[in-house]
């Protein structure tokens, strides 16, 4: 989980202050150190560190915190709002060309994830109507150029090569031809990595950014690797001028402290984080979101886009017209689980609702319900179209052979049954507005 044990360490010391009706300075002070103690052991730049406590403290101090009817909770605001401004202050988005066709030049360290990154760029172009070509220009590392042609093919992305040369930025001039001839709009050129930063990888660099005048020159970075991640985007940035950072295996991070320092340190703003190996696993950096991540209050504007995301508007106005006529049959409640797997899954979910702290989620046995979920799926399938439409039909002896079919005790056909009825007569309230009101589960929406 991202952030993890900066969240803990963050969540607790603020737990202290919310049972305190008055705050001293003495009080804001001890917090204070808790905060810098928590930031420095997840790995954020000292410099960064000590600037960031200065700034909080001094807005804590004054009268509209000390006078507070709830200064736990004016506190923590503002250690939201310097986050928020730590990390970029709003979400940096991707340059597009007004010509209508856009180079994006893609670069970094070996080993950072670079060549996938493009696959996943290219998935997230064309989620967003674009029409994406790669172009390799890696003719150092073995087996690069094949490396991209499969990250093409997973995303359906065409890729653009020229073995036979050795001259990247003619490779990345000839591509950029190509991909306007034939009506790409984006073009992404992936390019070499060296171990550390080197003057001629960085005199190739230039060559290539000179050669097509990229849009946007990113850099993929490592988070797990912390401070060195933010050394090597300074030196990129002298170098050769980078306009973002893309932070991979940001949901192996569980210090954060590249992210945090990232910007301070080089002045270019996180665009895109990499929160998984699947090619759907690449978000864009929302700094005032991720600061309600590490405190604690959840991300709801990401958890309403990815339902958005995998959301059949289609198949929602057929939902609503059953529900309404208490026709939910086991085939909707099995593609109600899809659209939680097409999500994430059931971790993916729960890290971003409020109050979902890593200790709340150690208490949910993550692959138990993942399992769960699978289990119902093949009790699912296992029932004929008949028994899927009009679950009443499911009496003992066609449960002990649902049970047969795929493999699972009787119990589990009861459980699941169950599970069913209670998720239709909570569904029916969602198109009952006047029985959410009677319900105190949704008491106040309203």
């Known amino acids: 989980m991202a952030f993890e044990s900066l969240s803990d360490k963050l969540q607790s010391a603020f737990k202290k202050l919310r049972g305190k009706g008055v705050l001293t300075e003495a009080d804001i002070n001890e917090a204070m150190r808790e905060v810098k103690l928590a930031l420095l052991e997840a790995d954020v730049n000292f410099k960064v560190v000590k600037s960031f406590v200065a700034d909080v403290k001094e807005k804590c101090l004054g009268a509209e915190v000390l006078e507070s009817l709830t200064p736990a909770q004016q506190i923590i605001k503002i250690v939201n709002q310097e986050l928020v401004e730590l990390m970029g202050g709003t979400n940096s988005k991707l340059t597009y060309s007004p010509s209508g066709f856009t180079t994006i030049m893609m670069v970094g360290l070996q080993g950072t994830g670079k ?15 674009k029409k994406p070509m790669l172009c390799a220009c890696d003719i150092y590392r073995p087996a690069a150029i094949d490396q991209l042609e499969v990250v093409g093919k997973s995303v359906n992305t065409p890729v653009f090569t020229m073995r036979d040369s050795k001259n990247p930025a003619e490779i990345a001039k000839a591509a950029k031809k190509e991909a306007e001839k034939k009506g790409f709009d984006v073009l992404i050129v992936d390019t070499a990595g060296r171990l550390q930063i080197d003057e001629p990888l960085m005199e190739e660099l230039a060559v290539i950014k000179k050669e097509v005048r990229p849009h946007e020159i990113l850099l993929v970075v490592d988070a797990l690797t912390g401070q060195d991640a933010v050394n090597v985007a300074e030196g990129f940035n002298e170098k050769l001028g980078v306009d973002g950072i893309v932070m991979t295996k940001m949901d192996g991070d569980s210090r954060g402290g590249a992210a945090l320092s990232a910007k301070k340190v080089t002045g270019k703003p996180i665009k895109f984080m990499g929160m998984g190996e699947k090619f759907d696993a690449l978000e864009p950096f929302h700094p005032e979101r991720m600061a309600g991540r590490i405190l604690g209050m959840g991300d709801m504007l990401s958890l309403i886009e990815k ?8 198949k929602a106005e057929k939902l609503e017209k059953k529900l309404k006529k208490n026709e939910f049959t086991l085939e909707d409640f099995l593609d109600q689980l899809g659209q939680i797997k097409n999500m994430g899954g059931v971790g993916k979910v729960l890290e971003m609702m409020p109050g979902m702290n890593s200790a709340q989620m150690k208490g949910v ?14 009790i699912i399938y296992s029932m004929t179209l008949e028994e899927r439409r009009d679950p009443s039909v499911l009496n003992a002896s066609r449960r002990k052979r649902i049970a047969a079919g795929c493999g699972q005790p009787v119990s589990k056909i009861n459980s699941l049954i169950k599970k069913y009825e209670e998720t239709k007569k909570m569904m029916k309230h969602f198109t009952n507005p006047k029985a959410m009101k009677k319900n105190r589960m949704f008491r106040g929406l309203f």
Do not use: I, P, V, W
């Open 115 to 129: 060549t996938t990154t493009c696959g996943k760029l290219a998935n997230y172009l064309k989620q967003h109507g």
């Open 307 to 314: 339902a958005e995301a995998s959301f059949d508007q289609e």
């Open 365 to 378: 046995d993550l692959e138990e319900s993942e399992k769960e979920f699978r289990q119902m799926e093949a």
